[in-house]
Every structure is written in structure tokens, then in C-alpha cells.
């Protein structure tokens, strides 16, 4: 994980910050607002480490050549952007009684990432116009979910739920004058948050069962099955596709192609290169444990006993 020790200390200052502004809210929000905060911060063990959120200025530091101190103010606008972003679909997502709440907190973080990117960036800058771009993707793939199976339609779609996540890179880029390669660095960074959706979806389809969330691993077990998504299935068909059948196995292998596609692009992004490929790679080695787990049953199922509980 050099794609994340590299810039650890960066990162504590970037969390430190936003943990002084998000102090600064008003009451009754700024406990609540670190709280938040706190879920998605990673150097605390029990956060949700969404690394490409806050490290991408730094990832393209090598193109832009930007100074560490405009890096770590794109990546505190993209922590805003981030906590905002999530809070509006934890509120699509559920009926809790704290919606009035959430969305509050929620404008009070848009409004810091606001504030920061105007610093940056002047009303006449076409970075505004991209970050437009940015909203207009992400709520269209909010709401066109469980109405299209964009993993099996147009899978760069499944990226877009998380597009405003791009406005840090899009920055970095014109910060140096480098718009020529906004489409490409773009286009790479879906690639990379495709990738990420896939594990989420991996850990979490059981949850999304339940809730009838969207989700990849279902799409793709569907389409193995000739079957419209989620038509026809239930819980003990879906663990029989992936405990039995292997499918998370031909799920890892997709995840596998997209990184070689993106490896294969330019420029280069070393940092983006071992994020994808370290997401690709942990869903390769749970889909052959499942498959060493398969083959020592066939073998009479003692020896793969006596691996689990001999221990």
C-alpha cells in the first residue's frame, strides 16, 4: 500500500483540517459532523477508506507537478464533497427518523467544499462547468438505479454514482494547465470507482438484498442465469452461485480486465495503477479461497475440517 503510506502524513493534515472546520459548524452539528467525519478518516482503524476520495491530487502530482499545499486543499475539498455526497444517499437509501438532520449537516459540508474550491478556482474557470458535469452524472445514476442494469448495459455508468468525486482531479488538472487531459484522467478514475463499487457490492450483497439496492455481484450472477436482474432469484440461490458455481471467481476476473485496460492507458498513474490492482487482487484471493474451500470438500470435506477449526 505505497499508493497510501506515501502520503499518510499529507492525509493528517487534510483530516485535521477538515476536522477544525467541521468544529467550527453550528450547534448542534459539530459533534455530529465529526462523528461523520470520522467514518470515513483512514488512519482510524474502524473508518470506511474510500482512499481515492482524498489521494487523487496527490496521485497526479507527478503530471501536474502541483505544490503539496494546493494538493492537500483539492483533497479537503473532495473530503467535503465525499461526506456530503454520502450523506445524500445514506438518506435515499433509508427512512431514518434523522433525515431533517442529515440533510442539514449535509449543506453544511457542501457549503465548506464550496468554500474551498472558490478559493481555487474563479466563477469564470471551466471547472465549475465540470463540476456541473459532475452533479448532472451523479444524479442521474441515483435515480436510474434498479430501473437499468447499467452493470450489464454500460458499465462505466456504475461509476457515475460517485462522479462529483472527480472534481479534485479535474482541478489538479487545470490548476496546471493540463485540460487536454481531463477526458483521459476522467475516464481512468471511473475505471478505478467501477472497481470500487465491485468490492462494495461483493461485501455487501446480502445487505442489498434486503434493501433492493443496486448491485454488481447480483447483475452478474443474473446474467449468468439468462435472467433479467434479480428476477427469479433469493438469498440461497445467490450463495449457491458464488459458493458452488463460482461466480465470484468470473466477477473477480472482470474486475482483473478493467485494471489491465487501465494499466494499458496514458499517462501513467502509478498510485491509481496499485489502488485499482490491490481492489482487483482482494477479490481474486477471496474468490480462490472459496474454490480451495470448494475443492477440499470434494476431497470428503475432513482435511478442510480439520484446516478451519484445527488450528
Not at 250 to 279: C, K, N, T
Not at 281 to 298: F, K
Amino acid at each position: 500500500m505505497e499508493w497510501y503510506f506515501a502520503y499518510k502524513q499529507e492525509l493528517e493534515d487534510v483530516f485535521r483540517q477538515a476536522e477544525e472546520r467541521t468544529a467550527a459548524f453550528p450547534a448542534p452539528f459539530q459533534h455530529q459532523g465529526l462523528d461523520y467525519l470520522a467514518r470515513f478518516n483512514p488512519l482510524r482503524e474502524d473508518s470506511t477508506r474510500n482512499y481515492i476520495c482524498y489521494l487523487l491530487p496527490f496521485w497526479l502530482q507527478e503530471i501536474t507537478g502541483l505544490a503539496p499545499e494546493i494538493c492537500r486543499k483539492l483533497s479537503l475539498g473532495n473530503v467535503f464533497v465525499m461526506t456530503h455526497y454520502f450523506i445524500q444517499d445514506d438518506v435515499m437509501d433509508t427512512a431514518a427518523d434523522n433525515r431533517k438532520t442529515q440533510l442539514a449537516l449535509s449543506q453544511l459540508f457542501y457549503t465548506e467544499c464550496l468554500s474551498i474550491y472558490r478559493d481555487l478556482f474563479p466563477a469564470s474557470s471551466p471547472f465549475w462547468l465540470h463540476a456541473r458535469t459532475y452533479v448532472n452524472e451523479w444524479a442521474v445514476s441515483v435515480t436510474s438505479e434498479g430501473t437499468e442494469d447499467y452493470f450489464q448495459g454500460n458499465r462505466h455508468q456504475v461509476a457515475l454514482k460517485a462522479s462529483p468525486l472527480k472534481m479534485a482531479g479535474t482541478g489538479a488538472l487545470l490548476l496546471a494547465d493540463r485540460a487536454d487531459l481531463i477526458e483521459t484522467i476522467t475516464g481512468m478514475t471511473d475505471t478505478a470507482l467501477l472497481l470500487l463499487q465491485m468490492s462494495d457490492d461483493w461485501a455487501d450483497w446480502a445487505e442489498d438484498w434486503e434493501e433492493h439496492s443496486y448491485n454488481c455481484l447480483l447483475s452478474h450472477i443474473s446474467a449468468e442465469q439468462k435472467m433479467a436482474y434479480r428476477e427469479g432469484l433469493n438469498p440461497e440461490m445467490i450463495q449457491e452461485a458464488i459458493y458452488v458455481r463460482g461466480m465470484l471467481a468470473s466477477y473477480a476476473d472482470i474486475a482483473d480486465q478493467a485494471v489491465q485496460q487501465l494499466e494499458s492507458m496514458e499517462p501513467s498513474i502509478p498510485g491509481l495503477h496499485a489502488f485499482a490492482r490491490s481492489i482487483a487482487e482482494d477479490l481474486g484471493e477471496e474468490a480462490a479461497e472459496i474454490e480451495s474451500g470448494r475443492s477440499h470438500l470434494r476431497r470428503g470435506g475432513l482435511d478442510f475440517w480439520i484446516s478451519k477449526n484445527m488450528k
